[in-house]
């Protein structure tokens, strides 16, 4: 049967939640309030203005909207300084390897990131020209839990939902894929992402033959 697959960016393909949590730390600094790695856990998957007003609803801060359009800016400057550093070497585990197994395959892949910068990390890493079409934040109206970031991956794909395959590392995502009525293939921690379909660990611990068993469904 004719599958595709739609890969999330930041926790599947890349870490680049590392570099978010640098930049929203730096902000919170500047704003007087302590920001961890637990909270910056809230902002995975999440738009870069929901990310913003979940930091400020933890400093118990408020802001008008101006100055919030004037840290969302300065916050993603700060955070493309880390991304104009990334390189191929930055590719999670696993992805180069999964990626070739689909090329092998014949199975195309698109990419359905919530990042309005995911062209530019693609090409840092250099896998943009891998991805059959890119679907990003700067593509959709309606950020995931919504499944629209998926949907417009399946028209990408010229395929139906049903015969998409979705990777991600993120609740929200999981759950876009859940209600695109997607297989969702959750990457990271089982009891955290029980939702999907089928969980692993990393991209790593996906058996050889998972691809083609889906094909067979
Ligand atoms: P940007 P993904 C998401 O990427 C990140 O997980 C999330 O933390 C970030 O706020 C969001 O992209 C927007 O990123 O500020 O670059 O537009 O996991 O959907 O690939
Ligand atoms: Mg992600």
Redesign the pocket.
Known sequence: NKIGVIF????VIVDT?KY?FLAWKDLADHLGFEFTEAHNEL??????VR?LEILLDIGNIELSEEKKQEYLVSK?DH?LEYIYKMGPEEILPGANELLNTLDALGIPYVLG??????PLILKQVGLFNRFAGIVD?NSVSKA?PDPEVFLIGAQKLHLLPEQCVVFE??IA?VEAANRAHMISVGIGDAKTLHEADFNFNSLTEIPDNFIEILMRK
Not at 43 to 48: I, N, P
Not at 113 to 118: I, L, Q, R, T
């Open positions: 999330d960016l930041d926790g939640a978010h902002l995975k998957g999440v738009s870069r990310s993603n955070y990131s919530a990042s309005k910068n995911a934040g995931k590392d993120a995502g």
